[in-house]
């Protein structure tokens, strides 16, 4: 295991941490913009909801992505529909100074960034019915069955996902491990305010780049699935 790692469960939070903090390698260039950029684009934990017009600082539909990693994907979205405002969620700081560096490169004006557990952020700083879409890509597969219940995408919490979209919103999940997308189709299948918008998994939406990430999975044969389920128009 590199470096040293701290891991977050039940407790005051209520619930169990989907994520392991480790003291990864910060990069030079990592910790300048996340030192410089956060005071601007970044967003504070608090436990009411936030005032997203006035963040953005106008009207806009807003997508949150939750664990983007280093980054890679949220920019190139963002920086092709500057017409949409995207909020991401991650809690490694060498991901969150990546994705400053590379806001700060490309002079992004539609990105920020909270370094806090999504959970906590979607249950107390996002109204209900406020989300245009959700992006959850490659999270944390927890591959061993004892830490299944790691996995992020579970029923309490794509049910508090469901409520923050708006009716007609999406959620596009996307994972390289079998037995996850395999639990995550049945999760959000189940999940009454929610409705598929394919017959099973969906093809590649154009708005999700291949990432690094995703071109090394499939060169070692894993198969990527992709998830877009929609709430839907009127309560059942």
């Not at 392991?20 to 410089?36: F, I, K």
């Not at 009207?59 to 909020?87: C, K, N, Q, V, W």
């Not at 969150?96 to 490169?105: I, P």
């Not at 109204?127 to 004892?146: I, M, N, T």
Request: proline share 6%.
């Amino acid at each position: 295991m590199d470096g040293q790692e701290t891991v977050y469960t039940a407790g005051r939070a209520g619930h169990i941490r989907s994520f392991v903090l480790r003291q990864g390698r910060l990069s030079n260039a990592q910790q300048r913009y996340h030192a410089t950029m956060m005071a601007s684009i970044g967003v504070p934990y608090a436990s009411s909801p936030l005032d997203l017009d006035a963040l953005f600082g106008r009207h806009a539909p807003r997508i949150i992505e939750i664990g983007f990693g280093m980054g890679e994907t949220s920019a190139a979205i963002a920086a092709t529909h500057p017409e949409i405002d995207y909020l991401g969620i991650e809690v490694h700081t060498p991901g969150v100074g990546s994705l400053c560096k590379r806001v700060a490169e490309l002079e992004l004006q539609n990105v920020r960034i909270v370094q806090h557990d999504a959970v906590e952020v979607l249950r107390d700083m996002l109204a209900p019915a406020s989300l245009a879409g959700v992006h959850v890509f490659f999270p944390d597969p927890w591959p061993k069955l004892r830490h299944h219940k790691r996995r992020l995408l579970q029923a309490p919490f794509v049910a508090l996902l469901a409520s923050r979209l708006q009716p007609g919103g999406y959620l596009h999940c996307a994972t390289d491990w079998e037995d996850y997308a395999q639990q995550m189709l049945a999760v959000l299948s189940a999940e009454p305010l929610l409705e598929n918008t394919a017959s099973g998994y969906a093809p590649r939406p154009e708005h999700r780049p291949q990432t690094k990430f995703e071109q090394r999975g499939l060169r070692l044969g894993h198969g990527v699935r992709d998830l877009v389920f929609r709430r839907r128009l009127a309560s059942l």
